[in-house]
């Protein structure tokens, strides 16, 4: 029997229900059978009987998770029958973990779903897809980055109603409310569906964090960083400590992020259409007050100087103490994986993760269907794997180390305490994220937040750099790169 079949017995006896949840189909744990009892019985339970039933168990996480529908047929407004199901991305990082998940569920060939890159950035996709979609190239499926995934599925042309392919949006009963809200257009149609919810935490160096600041655990590196002005604080102790070697902050783009989605609590754009630039806060002055005493690296996300920082040897060589990383970040094979330098590498295994100044998140990725897609069916099967399916969820979770979008699956896995991350020393990041998860807020995006992050953060560079002389010619520049490439709403 599975990990979380058992997990949520071992729950369902606790809260003294008798309700049946069906589990997942993942590796056995080492749980004795009359503990297994409850999942054993709902197990047995007819599978198609069982999907329609409305029944629930609450688990000792305070979660309860619904029961839902079975996939349903496509509805016949959309291609059928094709050779190769295409999935159009930036990156096949996530994907590659797919394939054997999505067999295993569906019983698909894996050898039909084909991999197509347009790109090795999240923002380079969001220029190149429309590009792709005019050239008339086989797609059925693309990932959609929160940062721009509105401006697609808002399109009619770019994307069709996930009901097309047999999903409603009662399928998402246990899903996290924001990532339901970002995948439905103006219209109120839900468009896309994603895997994971993106909570983000603070990965830190923890031979350095002994060295410089006496720190040996992540409770005792919380309690010096839970504040900006702590953050800032130990940022001053780490930099002299460390002869003006190591930076708090591994970039400016790694401390927007976390501000940015941790303090900010009104949208870009106001409800008539204008651009409200008071949502930068006093981000500005942070950063360029930081960046000068050496407490913010001058390293550029996604640049080739950014994640060696992470290591203890080479030309960037202990230039951080740590990272601001989402989920997808710190997952096998991700961002936090290449600052270790693989396994193997000089620091592998040697962070350990904390949630940081603010709950924040960054990003998360959205799959949306192609309406040329000639492979409906498949569509309809991918995503349900993937962003609906418990048990498939369950298999990702234990072969990625990603948050998946299923709560009752990531309270299991929490309660479970078995996960162990090896890039983390062995430490379970689930535990660090798993509130900070449930407080995700995206209610101020917009389909514009692409261009004016990066507009910003281009400012802020400059500003920090020395390309621009004071504040206001930095907001200055800030507006006048917004206005040019966001033409649609007034910037005054």
Not at 130 to 148: E, H
Not at 243 to 271: E, F, H, I, P, Q
Not at 337 to 342: I, K, R, S
Request: with cysteine; proline share 2%.
């Amino acid at each position: 029997m599975n990990k979380l079949k058992r997990t949520l017995a071992l729950m369902a006896a606790l809260a003294m229900t008798a309700t049946a949840f069906v589990g997942c189909d993942n590796e056995s744990s080492s749980s004795s059978e009359s503990e297994s009892s409850a999942a054993d019985e709902s197990s047995a339970a007819d599978e198609s009987s069982a999907a329609e039933e409305e029944s629930s168990v609450e688990s000792a996480a305070g979660y309860t998770n619904v029961e839902i529908p079975a996939l349903g047929e496509p509805d016949g407004s959309l291609g059928d029958g094709g050779d190769t199901l295409t999935i159009l991305c930036w990156t096949e990082d996530d994907l590659k973990y797919m394939y054997d998940v999505v067999s295993n569920a569906t019983g698909m060939d894996k050898s039909k779903i084909v991999y197509k890159q347009v790109g090795t950035k999240g923002e380079e996709a969001n220029e190149k897809y429309a590009q792709t979609f005019l050239s008339g190239d086989d797609v059925d499926l693309y990932f959609c980055d929160a940062d721009w995934n509105m401006a697609y599925q808002n399109n009619d042309e770019y994307s069709a109603p996930l009901s097309a392919v047999g999903i409603t949006e009662d399928m998402y009963a246990n899903a996290y409310d924001y990532t339901v809200s970002m995948g439905t257009d103006v219209n109120g149609v839900l468009k896309g569906a994603t895997w994971q919810a993106a909570a983000g935490g603070y990965a830190y160096r923890t031979d350095l964090a002994e060295e410089y600041l006496g720190v040996t655990t992540p409770e005792d590196m919380q309690a010096q960083i839970g504040s900006w002005d702590d953050f800032w604080a130990t940022a001053a102790t780490v930099y002299e400590k460390s002869g003006g070697v190591t930076a708090m902050a591994d970039s400016l783009g790694g401390v927007w992020r976390a501000y940015s989605n941790g303090n900010r609590t009104k949208s870009w754009v106001t409800s008539d259409g204008k651009f409200d630039s008071s949502s930068v806060g006093d981000f500005i002055s942070m950063a360029k007050t930081n960046y000068d005493a050496g407490y913010i690296s001058a390293a550029t996300q996604w640049s080739d100087d950014w994640l060696p920082q992470g290591q203890s040897d080479g030309a960037q060589a202990n230039k951080t103490m740590g990272f601001f990383f989402p989920t997808w970040a710190i997952a096998a094979g991700g961002s936090l994986e290449q600052a270790e330098g693989g396994e193997g590498g000089s620091t592998y295994g040697k962070y350990a993760l904390c949630e940081g100044p603010t709950s924040w998140f960054w990003g998360g990725t959205w799959i949306c269907v192609y309406p040329k897609t000639d492979n409906a069916t498949e569509a309809g099967q991918f995503i349900y794997t993937m962003t609906c399916n418990a048990d498939a969820m369950q298999e990702y979770v234990d072969v990625r180390g990603d948050f998946v979008n299923n709560k009752g699956v990531m309270a299991a896995t929490t309660e479970a305490g078995t996960n162990s991350n090896p890039l983390f020393g062995g430490q379970d990041q689930f535990q660090i994220l798993f509130d900070s998860a449930d407080k995700i807020d995206m209610s101020i995006a917009t389909q514009y937040d692409a261009k004016i992050n990066v507009d910003l953060q281009n400012a802020v560079q400059d500003y920090c750099t020395g390309a621009t002389s004071s504040e206001e010619d930095c907001m200055n520049a800030f507006l006048d790169a917004v206005a040019a490439d966001v033409t649609d709403i007034v910037v005054e």
